[in-house]
């Protein structure tokens, strides 16, 4: 349900610009949980057997099981099972074309794969390989989410709950102001979503002809919505000689129960709506 929002400090020169307060950019929690579980995950963080191969039942492994669709199993010189993970329909494919036109060089395959450097193809000796293929999108999809990050906190100990902020580089934490925030609505906490945070960094323009969708647009805005943080410093908890000290690192994000934070909506105004901007 959480949101990281990064605003800008100051107006630019450009009239179209960044202006004080203007969102740039917005983080839903759980893009940025999945990052750092990809990261955590990448093959380079594991090491090859004896046989150059991954070591099966790892947590590499457990993570590529639940970010594919496909599982090939190598049974023979020239043949694999294909499973599909979400249906578990099985799939014996040879060099001869199936009913469906599918086949496989398994050998070619492998090899093509083997000789990537981090490859993820797992198994004890070689001759029985397993490899994962065709990978899902999960952005979105919170229950897999926090499936992976139960795993790497199983295999690990490192903990989801530590990992919930975007980590920025010290030069944007002096020269912007990073808030956190949490969704409500109908009197209830609600996901953040990821289109919901991109329809946050949305511009405002104006076509030359409204009625006709490729017409030239014009940038009116470079953002549509802002944060007024120094209306706001008492909600927010900020020190404004701090955040306006561009040599100043200022992190007002708080581990703290997602329902003491402040609700995207109390926080954020449309510049439109607001008459700041009139189309």
Request: hydrophobic share 30%; net charge negative.
């Amino acid at each position: 349900m959480q949101m990281e929002i990064m605003i800008n400090i100051g107006d630019s020169p450009d009239p179209t610009g960044y202006m004080d307060g203007d969102v740039i950019q917005c983080y839903p929690f759980q893009e940025t949980l999945l990052a750092k579980a990809q990261y955590i995950c990448r093959p380079k963080h594991f090491d090859y057997n004896s046989s150059g191969l991954r070591d099966l039942d790892t947590l590499l492994e457990k993570y590529e099981k639940r970010v594919n669709k496909y599982k090939f199993e190598r049974v023979s010189s020239t043949e694999a099972l294909r499973t599909n993970l979400i249906t578990q329909e099985q799939t014996l494919l040879s060099p001869t074309p199936n009913a469906q036109g599918e086949s496989i060089l398994v050998q070619a395959l492998l090899d093509r794969m083997l000789n990537r450097s981090n490859h993820r193809v797992f198994g004890n000796n070689n001759g029985e390989e397993i490899w994962y293929f065709d990978s899902i999108h999960i952005f979105d999809n919170t229950e897999k989410i926090n499936e992976i990050w139960g795993i790497i906190e199983t295999e690990t100990g490192i903990l989801k709950s530590e990992n919930l902020k975007k980590d920025f580089t010290p030069t944007e934490m002096q020269t912007k102001l990073i808030l956190d925030c949490t969704g409500y609505l109908e009197e209830t906490y609600r996901e953040i979503s990821k289109p919901t945070a991109i329809k946050r960094e949305c511009s405002i323009t104006t076509r030359v002809d409204e009625n006709d969708d490729t017409a030239q647009t014009n940038l009116v805005a470079k953002r549509k919505w802002k944060i007024p943080y120094k209306d706001l410093s008492s909600n927010l908890e900020i020190n404004i000689d701090d955040v306006l000290n561009l040599e100043k690192i200022v992190d007002p994000r708080k581990n703290i129960p997602v329902e003491q934070k402040n609700k995207l909506d109390e926080i954020m105004f449309d510049k439109i709506s607001t008459g700041e901007v009139v189309l």
